[in-house]
């Protein structure tokens, strides 16, 4: 299993009977996965869908039928269509229970970055800063550092923010780490993984409880 | 009720360079693909356009922007088009950001005679920046003026010789807002049907907003399944 299908397994179990989820844009979409019919979670797409169901393949993608980073999807029973106005109608006035995100950045107080680097990388907002600031539940899903190894779970964001204080969690392909009361918390490790080594691949300062850490 | 069907040159007749236009669509489904061909053969240019992406490099709107013809475009997303990112670090085009769901409200605004609305979206952010901030009942909201266009490309499922309008699935997305905020709105339509047959219940769009309906018959390959966007 690849460290991505890990972190979007991990994900999964985060989501409650019945919860209403929106799954943003790489590992947040592997989650679909990992959910089960008799869990009663819709996911929202941004593009109009409630009750969005998974990929499908080529003989049975709808050329009007796609999800929001416009792969073809198919939807559950009982689902429901309706234009960009509604779909953030219903994401800025908090219906969503959990909001999967990726992250560039995710500073000690909860702050995310993930929609520009100035001058490098500009593919535009999207939905991700309403998401972000509106959803009841903000978590990140990430690799623990980036392409160069450097820490992005860093003290304060240098890069421009989505929202401030706005992730609850963290899940990574190392740990599992909570944003409480504006401090890190280590929950969980990843299966073969120290506490050592996530302590110095995080730059911002971590909480390490004295009890002994379950894996995933 | 009045017949508001054309053919697509008299429908994109009516539109001068430098307007602004509305472009449905959220990547392929609802883009009226068939509209946008009409504009690129109509000539007009130093077009503003306002679409929510900007297609695919070589798709939609892309092909407007590549072939030098949109001095700026509105939008909330340019993730999948390589091309007009290239662009727009190059300067050859002017891009304006918002999150997408306040460019839906600001498009609906405009379509609802409304002057502005006010948001916290961003209110932490750099798109704080140059924006005129108020404060009501102690929170700081942003001022987001509404947003109108000269003309609109509408692509819809079913119209009627009156121009009431049926969306198809996430085909749906900015269709219905845009088809409200522009001074003239043409819609491409993959059926035309007489009127009485759309039950008014199903109406997704009424047709006192629509002006020009162009029935496009046999769809063009650009309307097919993306096979890269298959998993």
Redesign the interface.
Known sequence: MSYKEKIARRAAREIEYGNLINLGIGIPTLISGYLNPEDGICIHSENGILGMGRAVQLAEADRNLIDAGGVYVDVESGAAFFDSAVSFALIRSGRLDITFLGALEVSAQGDLANWIIPGKLTPGIGGGMELAQKAKRVIVTMTHTDRNGNPKIVPNCLLPLTARGCVNMIISDLAVIAVDSGRLVLRELAEGVSVSEVVSKTAASLHIPDTELPTF | MISKVCDLTTAMAHLRSGQTVMVGG?????TPFTLIEGLLAQGANNLDLVK?DANEGGMGISRLIEAKRVKKII??????NSVV?GM??RQEVE?E??????L??K??AGGAGLIAIL????I????RENKQVVELDGREALVELALRADVALIHA?IADRAGNLVY??????????MAMAADRVIVEAERVVEIGELSPDAI?TPGAFVDHVVELGTLSSA?????H???
Not at chain 2, 223 to 227: F, I, P, Q, R, S
Request: hydrophobic share 40%; no cysteine; net charge neutral.
């Open positions: 959220f990547g392929s489904p609802g929510t939008i909330s997303h340019l993730g999948l990112i727009k670090n891009v950001f918002y999150p997408q769901g306040i839906a409200e498009i609906r948001t916290d979206i961003g932490d952010t750099i798109i499922a198809a699935k996430t085909s749906q997305n900015f269709n219905p807002l997704h309307y097919e399944v993306l096979k966007h298959v998993l």
